[in-house]
């Protein structure tokens, strides 16, 4: 027993140690963004609907001028709060193309709410040609695609210095940022105070808005959350009544044995 | 497992079911019950088909005596816009003759617009008569030409093999031109 | 051991057309076990376990995916935010195959402390050795499926080892590829041979099992059975044993699918495939860890043969040495539990297998654990060199010169004493 409950533990440690000398190791010079409190951390943790509301406006205002949410539809918009009616109000601001129709040709319409939200650019070439060569990567999975998450996706939305440090060489149309590997960015500083109208009184600074938009962001890259903690603590509770009443019936079979 | 007998004579433990075997076996059997659902679940209808589900259509450009076929849940959908006399072709019928006797005013909400899933009621086949010119069969509605079931003015099967009336789905006019399907 | 008879008509009946119900009833109930088997034990049942979860959540995401370069990302995600449950059984299958290795590598651990590749086993360690390269192919093919920066850039580098192979390599990788780079072909060979994979490994459980039968499971004393009371009939006391055993590892297995799923993952395989651009650090998954450092440890040349395809032939080395250590190992005792000095020797092994993960998961020029001076690339060299050195100087030494220690009659006594002094 003891040696397997060691053994238990050493793995657990191995694989801990490997992920995260993993981690560390895809980093660069950049330093790892101070780990921030979320609301959705912790084995209980939740999504704030009033913030991933705020951070959709984020994104509605500022993000989707150049970055695409492609695998959200506006009917997903449910799991932050919104009901069927503003859904589809939602969904009719945008043209959203469809086609062919009967004469053969493409044609604009309002969106419905099965539409998924569109891309500000055509394809990509013409995305990094907009940009100055750099295309603006999509957004719905953004928080499980870098290495830090969401916290690396705050730090870099309130981590650009105006001026470089002093012997830093900037290259034209670039930025600087604290946390971008090689911290020469092509994203303008995206957010600033104000940027966004709250209706709900809540703080508009610049801070406020990356929180808010990261939040937004982790939620279209995980929009199961909530349902796998819930459905996870339920499985472990139950297991856990198993397992206690299988090691019972072990204790009661092996009973009479030298073993 | 309980019809076997150990020829070594050896019998461990096996006839005390006592509470606590019967009791962690019932629990591990809820277990492994509730492990299967999400599996069977994951081939119901995903949420993005759920969204498609429903299909809102304009009906501002079909001219009486027309019909279209849209696509609705991956079948087709018959609209057609009855003339006069159609409508009363329908309604003269003595329901004692029909093979699934229905009224015409039980399978329409605006008489001037027919709804039906464009599916023949025998072994699924499209029937013809959508599309003009093609042969509507001998009651003017539609003929299936796979086995020769010919359907009314009402989508109502009149003669050949097919058991029922085509089926009407569930819709909603939204406005008097446009109709929501499913 | 006579056959049993059968009251019920039914089961009589079939049973005898075809005897499989007593074929089960010998290898799954009455089978003799040793009664000191230890809850190392358990992990071979476990990995069948985690074998058939495999299979069966791979069944249902399969119903889902697409196999196609311009569809493949978007089916995954179609799974995960679509698809009922779909989120979950792709995360059970994603970490699964973690789950998977875990269980395989601390069975092989079990074996080699034990001793239970020795004689009479051999046969049964061998398919052991094939099960483990079966699944490491398969999880390699399987990471590739969805498409993201890390199974191209991860298919790439591993089929790009092959064109090591003098002449005959790149013709070797462009058939592998079915093109001039990993591409629509490659993916879509690779989904057809992950879903048939695992149906041979299942064969090759058969296998093993079916030799672990014949030879009989071996037990912590490395003595083999020899009186009846030595043994215990498999059911109901190891029956029992390994469910508890698998509810505890469920609950470890649930904790990462539910409260950490992408922990073992790596985040750049939530980016699309892009085949103009490389991740800054692509790392294999971490089971593979070990290996992929053994293959870069080697950065010089032995007799004009070029580095590249010396790392290749010590990767594989590393695997198919396994295969010949019966033969290696000259002790005339199993188990290290009567091995003094081999048992210091084997946990020797054991750390060496995880620094050699942790060199894997390192950029060769960083500096081991931070200490100045010391390279990972230096620290895989050496940690390579014991790898093998293990394997083909401690082996067939210790076994000659070691005092072991006196081996119980058998099990029973050992078991008496044992609660005698505990």
């Given at each position: 027993m003891r040696k397997f409950a060691l053994t238990a533990i050493a793995a657990a440690f191995a694989v801990t140690a490997f992920t995260g000398g993993v981690a560390k190791a895809a980093g660069g010079d950049q330093p790892a963004p101070a780990a921030q409190d979320w609301s959705w951390q912790g084995l209980f943790g939740t999504y704030d609907r009033a913030q991933l509301q705020r951070g959709f406006q984020v994104y509605k205002n500022i993000c989707a001028g150049c970055h695409s949410l492609r695998f959200i539809a506006f009917r997903n918009l449910e799991g932050i709060g919104f009901n069927e009616d503003q859904i589809k109000a939602i969904a009719a601001e945008y043209d959203i193309e469809d086609g062919p129709n009967d004469d053969g040709d493409m044609f604009t319409r309002p969106g419905v709410a099965s539409d998924y939200f569109p891309s500000p650019f055509p394809n990509e070439k013409a995305a990094a040609a907009s940009n100055g060569g750099a295309i603006p990567p999509d957004l719905s999975l953004m928080n499980k695609a870098r290495v830090g998450g969401p916290d690396y996706v705050f730090g870099l939305l309130t981590g650009y210095e105006?001026?470089?440090?002093?012997?830093?060489?900037?290259?034209?149309?670039?930025?600087?940022?604290?946390?971008?590997?090689?911290?020469?960015?092509?994203?303008?500083?995206p957010l600033y105070d104000e940027a966004v109208e709250y209706t709900d009184g809540t703080p508009m600074t610049l801070e406020q808005h990356a929180r808010d938009i990261t939040a937004f962001l982790n939620w279209t890259a995980q929009p199961e959350l909530e349902a796998r903690k819930a459905l996870g603590m339920k499985v472990i509770l139950f297991l856990l009544v198993l397992t206690a009443m299988m090691y019972a019936v072990k204790r009661k079979i092996w009973r009479d044995i030298e073993h | 497992m309980s019809q076997t007998v150990h020829s070594s004579g050896e019998q461990p433990d096996e006839n005390r079911r006592d509470f606590l075997t019967l009791a962690t076996t019932a629990v591990g059997a809820v277990g492994v019950g509730c492990a299967l659902l999400p599996f069977v679940d994951s081939m119901n209808p995903s949420k993005d088909v759920l969204a498609l589900a429903s299909v809102e259509v304009n009906l501002a450009n079909i001219p009486v005596g027309q019909a279209i076929k849209v696509m609705w849940r991956g079948k087709p959908v018959f609209i057609r816009h009855r003339t006069e006399r159609e409508i009363n072709e329908a309604n003269e019928v003595a329901l004692n003759e029909l093979v699934d006797p229905q009224s015409d005013d039980a399978r329409v909400e605006k008489k001037e617009w027919?709804?039906?899933?464009?599916?023949?009621?025998?072994?699924g086949c499209i029937p013809m008569g959508t599309a003009t010119g093609e042969t509507r069969g001998d009651y003017d509605g539609w003929y299936c030409p796979c086995h020769g079931s010919h359907y009314d003015t009402s989508g109502r099967i009149r003669r050949g093999p097919a058991p029922l009336n085509l089926v009407v789905p569930e819709y909603e006019f939204l406005t008097d031109t446009s109709v929501r399907i499913g | 051991m006579s056959a049993p008879q059968w009251n019920?008509?039914?089961?009589?009946?079939?049973?005898?057309?075809?005897?499989?119900?007593?074929?089960?009833?010998?290898?799954?109930y009455e089978y003799p076990t040793p009664k000191n088997l230890s809850y190392m034990w358990n992990?071979?049942?476990?990995a069948g376990f985690v074998l058939v979860t495999m299979i069966l959540t791979g069944i249902f995401l399969v119903m889902n995916y697409t196999p196609h370069t311009d569809m493949a990302f978007e089916s995954v995600e179609r799974i995960m935010r679509d698809v009922n449950y779909g989120w979950l059984i792709r995360y059970i299958h994603m970490n699964g195959a973690s789950m998977f290795f875990i269980c395989v590598f601390i069975h092989i651990f079990r074996g080699l402390y034990y001793g239970s590749y020795k004689a009479p086993r051999e046969m049964l360690w061998w398919i052991g050795i094939l099960i483990l390269l079966a699944m490491m192919a398969t999880a390699f093919m399987g990471y590739v499926l969805p498409w993201g920066q890390m199974s191209f850039w991860g298919a790439t580098v591993i089929t790009n080892l092959f064109s090591a192979?003098?002449?005959?390599?790149?013709?070797?990788?462009?058939?592998?590829?079915?093109?001039?780079?990993?591409?629509?072909?490659?993916?879509?060979?690779f989904f057809s041979l992950h879903y048939l994979m695992p149906f041979v490994i299942l064969g090759l459980v058969v296998l093993h099992v079916w030799a672990l039968h014949s030879v009989r499971s071996n037990n912590p004393t490395g003595v083999e059975i020899k009186t009846p009371a030595d043994a215990i009939p498999f059911h109901p006391y190891y029956t029992i044993k390994d469910l508890y055993g698998m509810g505890v590892f469920l609950i470890f297995f649930s904790a990462f699918v539910f409260f950490a799923p992408d922990f073992l993952g790596h985040p750049d395989n939530y980016i699309p495939a892009n085949p103009l651009v490389t991740p800054p650090h692509i790392v294999p998954e971490w089971y593979f860890l070990p290996f992929y450092a053994i293959l870069r440890s080697i950065d010089f040349t032995i007799f004009g043969i070029p580095a590249k395809l010396l790392g290749v032939l010590a990767m594989f080395a590393s695997i198919v040495i396994l295969f010949v250590i019966p033969w290696l190992d000259t002790s005339k005792v199993r188990s290290s539990k009567f091995r003094p000095v081999y048992k210091w020797f084997f946990w020797l092994f054991v750390i060496d297998t995880f620094i050699l993960g942790y060199c894997g998961a390192k950029a060769p020029d960083d500096y081991f654990l931070g200490i100045p001076g010391l390279k990972v690339i230096v620290m895989g060299q050496l940690s390579t060199l014991y790898y093998f050195a293990h394997f083909?100087?401690?082996?067939?030494?210790v076994g000659k010169l070691?005092?072991?220690?006196?081996?119980?009659?058998?099990?029973?006594?050992s078991v008496l004493k044992e609660g005698a002094n505990a």
């Open positions: 105006e001026e470089a440090p002093e012997g830093f060489d900037l290259a034209d149309g670039k930025y600087y940022n604290h946390y971008f590997p090689g911290h020469q960015i092509s994203m303008a500083p | 027919l709804i039906v899933v464009g599916v023949c009621t025998h072994l | 019920n008509k039914v089961v009589k009946w079939v049973d005898d057309r075809l005897p499989v119900i007593s074929m089960l009833h010998h290898s799954a992990f071979g049942s476990l192979f003098p002449i005959i390599g790149d013709p070797l990788v462009t058939w592998l590829w079915g093109g001039f780079s990993v591409d629509n072909p490659t993916l879509n060979r083909l100087v401690v082996m067939p030494l070691e005092r072991t220690k006196p081996l119980p009659a058998s099990i029973s006594e």
